[in-house]
């Protein structure tokens, strides 16, 4: 089994960057595809990217198309997310989970493991 924890969150200001970062503890993390999720209060947990177990292939949320890259590097057993250009957004914690599927689903409930969070705050 696979524990997740999520790292590298703060506050930054619109535009800025942030890099969250994710290790897992376990032999068989690169046997997961993996993904972000994020979290408003009062909001649903939505999807924001996932990726292969070999990080060949990718696939991101319309909104974060262009600005956020999901990585992975299975011999760290890491997975990362860079937000770049970040909008003035509501606080979010944003969520790294281990998919025992094969397809990056964008439905959670498709994940079966995941990490507390890390939060983000993006100041105007």
């Known amino acids: 089994q696979v524990q997740l924890v999520e790292s590298g969150g703060g506050l930054v200001q619109a535009g800025g960057s942030l890099r969250l970062s994710c290790a897992a503890s376990?032999?068989?993390?690169?046997?997961?595809?993996m993904g972000w999720f994020r979290q408003a209060p009062g909001k649903e947990r939505e999807f924001v990217a996932a990726?292969?177990?070999?990080?060949?292939?990718?696939n991101y949320t319309d909104f974060v198309q262009g600005r956020f890259t999901i990585s992975r590097d299975n011999a760290k057993s890491a997975v990362y997310l860079q937000l770049n250009n970040l909008h003035p957004d509501p606080t979010a914690a944003y969520y790294c989970a281990a998919s025992p599927l094969l397809s990056l689903t964008p439905n959670l409930v498709r994940y079966d493991i995941w990490g507390q969070g890390t939060q983000v705050t993006v100041a105007s």
């Open positions: 376990g032999r068989t993390f690169s046997s997961y595809p």
């Open positions: 990726i292969s177990r070999g990080g060949g292939t990718t």
